[in-house]
């Protein structure tokens, strides 16, 4: 039996009780399913993955529970990398390509599978056990589904210490135990496996883009929740703002991709203000920087900037006019065969002129942008690579990344941004505390670029009468 926890109000389990759960259960197996809409499309990266390492044995783990507190757990999100290469999502799942001596690969997934009705486990095991958490698919199921052999992961680290010779590389962080089962402790030679992993991500299948494409739509529908209820937001906080997009992000998809930047005010000049705990008042801005993750965990990643009585006062407007334009030369520069840089680049040459132009920064332009002064103001870089993590595809070789080649099927983020810090004495009074980014998830396409979450407004005019249409009564 399962050791019970300490102060159980049952701290002993009868023989009789034993007996009496280990029958009359019916049997739930399922047999009818069919492969997963993912999985030809997961086969056809394992293979791409497993021509790059030949001969070598590659183990991708999915991860393990987190303890948040005492013994409750934070919920469960796989790696990226496992589930790019499968589809699954259990922890304490691994996926291993074992080299064969034809040089190819024979990939198996290792999951738990179901709970066992002899043992206790599966109604005292409250970590695991399914009368607890939920039924887990039965490895005849997971196999059907996921279209791999699938066997049970309490016997992968014997059968890796067991298994033949072979160099051997592991995606390390995210399992200890099986680090230590591998024994590997050729750190380059495991970078080296993320490294291709994250490269494989670069450009989207159409199964993938098709992916983002819910995310984005449930993004939109998400900030449309959040303007009808800027009302209700007004009497209480910006939490309201981030339950109101967390809502629509549960009920279309499995959650938010990152913590939602809900930040109203000065708080608009934070980057990443996920506090969330800020009052809502007219006159100001909303800055909202949200994204839905779509159940198969790729994510959006969108900003707005709001006015929150609907209409954007004369400074107001000439900042988020500015943004608007810096971020439009930006989405122009997304083509096939530009370099990466160009829309950073354009978006931030725009930003100098304007703030040079407002008497901000001393010009000329030209010697701003090359010092980067701008950044005072502007912060961050202008966009990033977007999939199964919001900064999708972070360990790319710079070379293949930031210093690469736009391609059809990568999609990206142009977000341009102005910050004016409360504190800042260098800008007028009036500047200080506005802050102001807009995003938009971007697919290179073979002649251009497509704007996934058009769905949403941008120019300022667009904008206010969006909102009136949102927030008047009904």
Not at 30 to 59: C, I, M, N, S, W
Not at 71 to 94: C, I, K, M, N, W
Not at 332 to 356: C, I, M, N, S, T
Request: glycine share 8%.
């Amino acid at each position: 039996m399962s050791k019970g926890r300490k102060n159980s109000l049952y701290p002993n389990v009868s023989d009789e009780l034993a007996a009496l759960m280990k029958t009359g259960w019916a049997d739930t197996e399922r047999r009818d399913l069919e492969p997963a809409e993912q999985t030809p499309y997961a086969a056809k990266r394992r293979a791409a993955l497993a021509a790059r390492f030949p001969g070598e044995r590659l183990v991708i783990p999915a991860g393990n529970l987190k303890v948040r507190a005492n013994d409750s757990h934070y919920p469960f999100r796989p790696s990226s990398e496992y589930v790019h290469l499968t589809g699954d999502q259990t922890e304490d799942a691994v996926l291993v390509l074992e080299p064969l001596a034809d040089g190819g690969h024979e990939a198996t997934a290792y999951l738990l599978p179901r709970s066992d009705r002899e043992s206790g486990e599966f109604w005292q095991g409250a970590a695991k056990g399914e009368l607890w958490v939920g039924r887990r698919n039965s490895l005849a199921e997971a196999a059907t589904l996921l279209g791999l052999p699938c066997r049970d992961v309490r016997r992968v680290a014997d059968e890796l210490r067991a298994a033949r010779q072979a160099p051997t590389r592991i995606v390390r962080g995210y399992d200890a135990e099986l680090e230590a089962a591998v024994g590997n402790t050729d750190e380059e030679r495991d970078t080296g496996l993320k490294t291709a992993l994250s490269e494989m991500r670069l450009v989207k299948d159409e199964w993938e883009i098709g992916e983002l494409r819910k995310a984005c739509d449930s993004t939109v529908r998400g900030f449309t929740d959040v303007v009808r209820e800027l009302a209700t937001a007004v009497a209480t906080s910006e939490r309201w703002i981030e339950g109101t997009f967390f809502r629509r992000a549960r009920l279309e998809g499995n959650d938010v991709g990152y913590g939602s930047i809900c930040a109203a005010g000065e708080h608009a000049t934070i980057m990443h203000w996920v506090r969330n705990d800020g009052d809502v008042r007219p006159g100001e801005l909303l800055l909202l920087d949200a994204g839905v993750e779509t159940r198969t965990l790729y994510t959006a990643d969108v900003t707005r900037t709001l006015p929150i009585d609907g209409t954007f006062t004369p400074l107001q407007r000439k900042i988020y006019d500015a943004v608007y334009e810096a971020q439009q030369a930006g989405i122009d520069a997304v083509r096939p065969g530009a370099r990466y840089r160009d829309f950073h680049e354009a978006a931030q040459r725009y930003l100098a002129d304007k703030l040079v132009e407002w008497g901000l920064l001393e010009g000329p332009a030209e010697r701003v942008y090359e010092l980067a002064l701008q950044r005072r103001f502007t912060m961050a870089g202008t966009g990033h690579m977007l999939g199964l993590d919001v900064h999708d595809c972070a360990t790319a070789r710079t070379e293949a990344y930031v210093d690469g080649t736009l391609e059809p099927g990568m999609v990206l983020t142009v977000e341009p941004g102005l910050y004016f810090q409360p504190d800042d004495l260098t800008v007028p009074a009036e500047y200080r505390g506005i802050g102001v980014r807009i995003e938009d998830d971007i697919l290179v396409t073979a002649d251009g670029n497509e704007n996934l979450t058009a769905g949403l407004p941008r120019a300022s005019a667009e904008v206010e009468a969006w909102m009136r249409e949102l927030m008047a009564p009904r």
